[in-house]
């Protein structure tokens, strides 16, 4: 895009130049705290801007990446070359008592989570603790291994989508039930097709309060035990895909990896699965930690590890 001042013209232009910054640091819209700017960043503050915003760049064929947490990325040192389109589409609406409708750019935790439990309503209380917007939950299918009593069931956030309202590839607006959504463990028709979340809707639960607040106090003490806080440790949460019945993060410290850092990045010393932001961290120690999990796990195991977050930009 910086070659092409056309572009940025016509984006000005439709856009407004006040709404559109320059160079703007995508570091500290990640969990992980690393990576370079975006040639351009337009934050959308409702469907409409957002539909907007995306039927534009694909008018004028210009590179562009939709934004939400920032916590399943690890964008590169060089940063972006294009327009970062950053979902910050808001709204809670509560309708018949249990359907409850959200804009695509609202974070899952804290704010739908605090609404929706002083609500009394359950369902969306399980992923307490974890960073999302909600189109960012339905790109990932976000989900929790719960702890015990229910130990060993995965809740997906697809349990309790009713609908969600979509801008298509195609340039469509529709509403869509779950189906079309092809959930899987960490999968989504999303992966494959640039549809765009605009919102969407859950069906849930009333559920006593002193319920809600047990789960997720036990929910948050599985995580302290287990994740980095992000204040301390910047991450993307589990770095590999899940590997059936073994683990990505058991072959990691198998091979001895757990604790091994390289510059600012680490392997977190209580989940081999994490890298985290040691401070000061770029995207190239986390790469190079990456790799030598990859190397040293199918040298020594034969696994493939297979990255689970997405790499955003140029390194
Ligand atoms: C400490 C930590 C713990 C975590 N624990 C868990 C866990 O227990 N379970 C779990 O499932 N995940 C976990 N994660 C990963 C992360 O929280 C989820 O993947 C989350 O859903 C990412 O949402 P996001 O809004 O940050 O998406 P982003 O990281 O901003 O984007 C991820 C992808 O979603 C796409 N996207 C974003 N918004 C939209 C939209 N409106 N429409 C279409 N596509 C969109 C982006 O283009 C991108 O491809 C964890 C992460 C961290 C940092």
Redesign the pocket.
């Known amino acids: 895009m910086r070659a092409d001042p056309k572009t940025v013209a016509a984006l000005e232009a439709e856009l407004g130049a006040d709404r559109l910054e320059r160079d703007a640091p995508l570091a500290p ?4 705290r690393v990576g370079g700017p975006a040639d351009l960043l337009y934050r959308a503050r409702t469907e409409d801007e ?1 539909v907007r915003a995306v039927q534009l760049v694909r008018e004028l064929d210009a590179p562009h ?9 690890l964008v590169g040192d060089r940063g972006f070359r294009g327009l970062v389109i ?2 910050e ?1 808001g709204g809670v609406e509560i309708d018949d008592g249990t359907l409850v409708r959200a804009g ?2 609202v ?2 935790f804290p704010d739908l989570i605090d609404r929706t439990v002083a609500g009394g309503l359950g369902g969306l209380h399980h ?1 307490v ?17 719960s702890p015990a009593p229910d130990r060993d069931r995965t809740i ?2 697809e349990d309790i989508l009713e609908s969600a309202d ?1 801008l298509t590839e195609e340039g469509e607006r529709r509403t869509v039930s779950p189906d079309y959504f092809e959930f899987g463990y ?1 999968e989504s028709v ?2 494959d097709r640039a ?4 919102s969407a809707s859950f069906r849930l639960e009333p559920t006593p309060l002193e319920e809600l607040r047990r789960v997720m106090r036990e929910n948050l003490e599985w ?1 302290d035990e287990r ?2 806080d ?1 204040w301390l440790y ?5 770095i590999f895909k899940k590997i059936e019945g073994i683990g990505a993060g058991r072959l990691i410290d198998e091979c001895g990896l757990k604790g091994q850092v390289h510059g600012g990045a680490g392997i977190f010393h209580k989940h081999a699965n ?1 890298i985290v932001n040691l401070g000061g961290a770029t995207a190239r120690d986390v790469m190079w930690l990456i790799d030598l999990a990859r190397e040293t796990v199918e040298s020594r195991t034969g696994h493939e590890l297979v990255p ?3 790499f ?1 930009g140029e390194f």
């Open positions: 819209l990640t969990t992980f957002l990446f939709l934004l939400g947490r920032g916590a399943n990325i950053r979902s589409v695509s750019g974070e899952t992923f603790g974890i960073p999302s917007t909600v189109g960012g939950a339905l790109w990932q299918n976000l989900h929790f291994l997906f956030i979509i960490d999303l992966h549809d765009v979340v605009l995580r994740h980095p992000l910047p991450c993307a949460g589990s994490i689970e977050i997405s955003v």
